[in-house]
């Protein structure tokens, strides 16, 4: 009797892990509330002034943070490898996110990202070379 429960717990138990892990792989990746809203943290809450005003060192920080940004994006888009593509390098991306920044200082630096994301996405790589 005590060898037929626990191989029924241990059936129910594999049964629940399969739910689990193909309720997670087949649910889609939620990139904002009902209302558009999502929370942004760290330095993309910071204006593009501050970024502006940053040294090389700190300048360095943002830069890490964009590098994370990337990193999910190519992750969470589809037909997305790498989102800068064979052409683009990182010192043409600091030089396109200082021009926006220049221009407008009082976005956030998330929001430049978005708008840089927004136009890198025409030279993305869709796969792996």
């Known amino acids: 009797m005590r060898l037929i429960f626990s191989l029924r717990l241990n059936k129910l138990k594999t049964l629940f892990q399969i739910i689990l892990l193909s309720t997670l792989f087949n649910t889609p990746a939620n990139t904002a ?54 052409t683009k390098t990182i010192d043409q991306v600091e030089s396109w996110l200082r021009d926006y920044c220049t221009v407008n200082g009082d976005d956030s630096f998330e929001s430049a990202i978005r708008n840089l994301l927004r136009n890198l996405k025409h030279f993305r790589l869709r796969q792996k070379p």
């Open 33 to 86: 509330d009902d209302t558009g809203q999502y929370l942004v943290m760290g330095l993309g809450n910071l204006s593009c002034k501050s970024y502006l005003n940053e040294n090389d060192d700190g300048a360095a920080y943002y830069l890490s943070w964009l590098a994370g940004y990337m990193t999910a994006y190519n992750h969470l888009h589809e037909e997305t490898y790498s989102i800068l593509g064979e």
